[in-house]
Every structure is written in C-alpha cells, then in structure tokens.
T-cell receptor, first 115, second 113 residues
C-alpha cells in the first residue's frame, strides 16, 4: 500500500537531547513537509522540500533541522535549541507534477514528549 | 504572507443539525483551497478541495464553494452525524514557485445524539 509512514508514534526524550523523527513515503512524491500541531494553534510549517537536496524554512524553523538526501525520506531533527519541543509532529507529501491544486497526504503523526 | 482564518470552536450540534464552519483566506495569486478532517490521535485526511474560483468541492455530504470575491471557502453539511465529530482544518496551497500548504487553526466539531 502506498502511503506515508512516521515512526515512532510516541517518543519520549530528556530535555537537552536531540531527537530525529522519521518520515518515509512510497508515493513517489517530490514535495515533503513537516508541521507541528499544538492545541489552539493549528498546524504550523517547520520545513518543506520540493525536491531532493533542497529544502526551505517554514514559519517556525528555529531549533529544527532537516535533510532530503532521498526522495522517499525527509527526517526532522528536533535539537536542544528548540525551546518547547513537546508537540504532535505531522509529515506530509504531495506531487506538484500531478497538476495544480494537488493535495497533500499526511502520515499518522509522532507525539514527542520532552521531560 | 498567506493566511487562513477559521473559528476555533468547539462547535456542538445535535445529530441531524445543519453545519457551517466559516473559512476566509488571504493569499496572492490563485490559491487552491482544501478542507481536511482529523480524528483523535491521527493525521489529516482530505475531505474536499477546490482549485479555482466558483468551484464547489463535495464529499460525504460536505460541500464548500470557492468564493474569490469574498475570499471564503465555508464548509457546510445539511445533516451531521455523531461520526462527523472531529477537527476540521481549512487550508490553502499557494500558486507561486515554492508551494506550501497553509492551515487555519482547526475547528473542533462535536455532534451529540
């Protein structure tokens, strides 16, 4: 089945540790996105990538880093510089080549708790 | 920059009531508009979309019309069910070179029997 896989579903880390969230897709999509979801704030864009080896900062990139070495993979690292990392993280992908207005597909999310 | 405004809720309705969730947007060019739904602990699923002015998206009894003159994309359903209880997000995809999806804050809908 084609889709987007985020792992793990729940993740616990101690304050001050870096942590990497995995996002893999087998939809052959060029574009991939990372969002953070907090209660009352909707989804805020952290980073996005339209093609391999290229990515752009979103609205809240500080304290996060990404890489896009393969089309299928777009891992997100939450660094110790992120002041409030506890949140629900969502990865998405879409295919701009499929035409204008092509929707984004989402993974099931990773809930990160920093203690 | 682009932005999407929607009521936060929660919206509480009785089963079979009429639903409207308002959504307005600010964007340059010709964005595409979407409604997504999220069930507890899950990712987002596309509910419907519209890619140009006056288009109507529809799915599972939900409808929304792309109104460029009022920059709106209100979600409606004639008769809600308990199973419609979820969080609904309005979103836009910009038409520029670097395409990104911008979301509203989400509206929580609770339908009671």
């Amino acid at each position: 089945d084609g889709g987007i896989t985020q792992s793990p579903k729940y993740l616990f880390r101690k304050e001050g540790q870096n942590v990497t969230l995995s996002c893999e897709q087998n939809l052959n999509h060029d574009a991939m996105y990372w969002y953070r979801q907090d209660p009352g704030q909707g989804l805020r864009l952290i980073y996005y990538s339209q093609i391999v080896n290229d990515f752009q900062k979103g609205d809240i990139a500080e304290g996060y880093s990404v890489s896009r070495e393969k089309k299928e993979s777009f891992p997100l690292t939450v660094t110790s510089a992120q002041k409030n990392p506890t949140a629900f993280y969502l990865c998405a992908s879409r295919s701009p080549r499929a035409g204008p207005g092509t929707e984004a597909f989402f993974g099931q999310g990773t809930r990160l708790t920093v203690v | 920059g682009d932005s999407v405004t929607q009521m936060e809720g929660p919206v509480t309705l009785s089963e079979e009531a009429f639903l409207t969730i308002n959504c307005t947007y600010t964007a340059t060019g010709y964005p595409s508009l979407f409604w997504y739904v999220q069930y507890p602990g899950e990712g987002l699923q596309l509910l419907l979309k519209a890619t140009k002015a006056d288009d109507k998206g529809s799915n599972k009894g939900f409808e929304a019309t792309y109104r460029k003159e009022t920059t709106s994309f209100h979600l409606e359903k004639g008769s809600v069910q308990v199973s419609d209880s979820a969080v609904y997000f309005c979103a836009l995809l910009n038409s520029g070179g670097y395409q990104k999806v911008t979301f509203g804050i989400g509206t929580k809908l609770q339908v009671i029997p």
